[in-house]
């Protein structure tokens, strides 16, 4: 390997780890409970950016007008967080389930479900029955991008190659058309500033990511 073509390689590999780590973040939306203490560090890092994207102007906002230490404010995000991501009523968004936003039903999934486990089977990773989320909850498949990518950033040659395209084709069929249009008809719903710019976020993420991919 030339000194150009390791360079490159090292470039690649920290590029999807950075891709991962962000996918991860945006898992934990949809995943984890809010908690204080990561509020409190969510408010740091978004802090000062002159050059914020909506979403981070957004929560720019929501960090300087709300007090993380008052139990309520915690209480309103907590609230409005599960409201959007668990379906809670059906005055609001469908939760964020793929078969749900390719007409087909958790009850009786159809071609998207079984497409959805065949990938998640070549990139070896199987979905426990008894997992506590479904796997096509848009959490697992934020989770299941940035685990990809986490392979493709050790991975060398033909193998780094081949995960690679398999990201590129779950980003383009899956992740990225499903995260959209939930971001879509969930962002009107949201409360409170803390989950609109995490929903911002998302969409904004997922439109680099297409441009990255090509779509």
């Not at 995943?31 to 000062?48: S, Y």
Request: charge should be negative; charged fraction near 25%.
């Amino acid at each position: 390997m030339s000194p150009l073509q390791d360079v490159t390689a090292v470039a690649k590999r920290i590029d999807a780890q950075n891709r991962a780590d962000q996918y991860r973040a945006l898992a934990s939306f949809f995943l984890d409970l809010p908690k204080r203490e990561t509020l409190q560090i969510m408010a740091e890092a978004v802090k000062g950016d002159p050059d914020a994207s909506e979403g981070l102007r957004e929560l720019q906002v929501f960090f300087s007008e709300a007090s993380i230490d008052d139990e309520g404010v915690l209480d309103e995000v907590g609230s409005d967080r599960t409201f959007l991501v668990r379906g809670v009523t059906q005055k609001g968004p469908r939760p964020p389930y793929g078969s749900l936003f390719a007409g087909e039903t958790p009850e009786a999934p159809g071609s998207s479900m079984l497409r959805l486990k065949a990938l998640y089977r070549r990139a070896g990773f199987e979905v426990s029955e008894s997992a506590a989320e479904s796997p096509d909850y848009l959490g697992v498949e934020l989770a299941f991008a940035a685990a990809l990518l986490d392979k493709v950033a050790v991975a060398e040659g033909e193998e780094a190659e081949k995960l690679a395209k398999m990201s590129e084709e779950f980003v383009r069929g899956f992740v990225a058309p499903f995260g959209h249009a939930y971001v879509q008809e969930s962002l009107g719903w949201a409360r409170t500033g803390f989950c609109r710019g995490m929903l911002l976020l998302l969409r904004e993420f997922l439109e680099s990511e297409i441009e990255f991919v090509g779509a």
